[in-house]
T-cell receptor, first 116, second 111 residues
Framework: GAVVSQHPSRVICKSGTSVKIECRSLDFQATTMFWYRQFPKQSLMLMATSNEGSKATYEQGVEKDKFLINHASLTLSTLTVTSAHPEDSSFYIC????????????FGDGTRLSIL | GQQVMQIPQYQHVQEGEDFTTYCNSSTTLSNIQWYKQRPGGHPVFLIQLVKSGEVKKQKRLTFQFGEAKKNSSLHITATQTTDVGTYFCAGHTSGTYKYIFGTGTRLKVLA
């Protein structure tokens, strides 16, 4: 099946640090990638959608300047949490999808971010 | 905005018992997907339903899409300990690019 690699799997850093998370589709071209945030024992909250070569579409309430998304190629999207604070601590998961909008999403393993 | 609710939130069953989770959308869906997330893991795609009233089976799992395309269900027959995890539905609305995930149902199976 389709494979999506997300890196790093865990980050612990000091408040004020910027953290970059990478999401790669290893065996297919991901026209669209999604970034989710998941709090413990809760559902996945869509943060933003990125399409290759264009600006990301952010969901209501998600700060664009806080969560920078880049989708420079058909196999790579990055999420940068800028000047992270303890309240940004969470589980961030990316997913990737091919060219057809109703195709399944293939999820990365997630990144557990802890800001001290 | 669109909301997708699932009930129950939690379910504990004895191994061998059946389990059902229900998914309800506030808007009509073009299709719905189901995912399973094991504790500490990421969501894994299970199935997609597109047609009104559609029923699909995967071994012990039966998925159903409502006639009005606003609700769906997942039924597991004779649960096993490997069925443990959180089951999410994700609804897609025509004209949008995204799926809205349901609130999830966490299943625990007691051996």
């Amino acid at each position: 099946g389709a494979v999506v690699s997300q890196h790093p799997s865990r980050v612990i850093c000091k408040s004020g640090t910027s953290v970059k998370i990478e999401c790669r589709s290893l065996d297919f071209q991901a026209t669209t990638m999604f970034w989710y945030r998941q709090f413990p024992k809760q559902s996945l909250m869509l943060m933003a959608t990125s399409n290759e070569g264009s600006k990301a579409t952010y969901e209501q309430g998600v700060e664009k300047d806080k969560f920078l998304i880049n989708h420079a190629s058909l196999t790579l999207s990055t999420l940068t949490v800028t000047s992270a604070h303890p309240e940004d601590s969470s589980f961030y998961i990316c997913s990737a999808r091919g060219t057809v909008s109703n195709q399944p999403q293939h999820f990365g393993d997630g990144t557990r971010l802890s800001i001290l | 905005g669109q909301q997708v609710m699932q009930i129950p939130q939690y379910q504990h069953v004895q191994e061998g018992e059946d389990f059902t989770t229900y998914c309800n959308s506030s808007t009509t869906l073009s299709n719905i997907q189901w995912y399973k997330q094991r504790p500490g893991g990421h969501p894994v795609f299970l199935i997609q339903l597109v047609k009104s009233g559609e029923v699909k089976k995967q071994k012990r799992l039966t998925f159903q899409f409502g006639e009005a395309k606003k609700n769906s269900s997942l039924h597991i027959t004779a649960t096993q300990t490997t069925d443990v995890g959180t089951y999410f539905c994700a609804g897609h609305t025509s004209g949008t690019y995204k799926y809205i995930f349901g609130t999830g149902t966490r299943l625990k199976v007691l051996a």
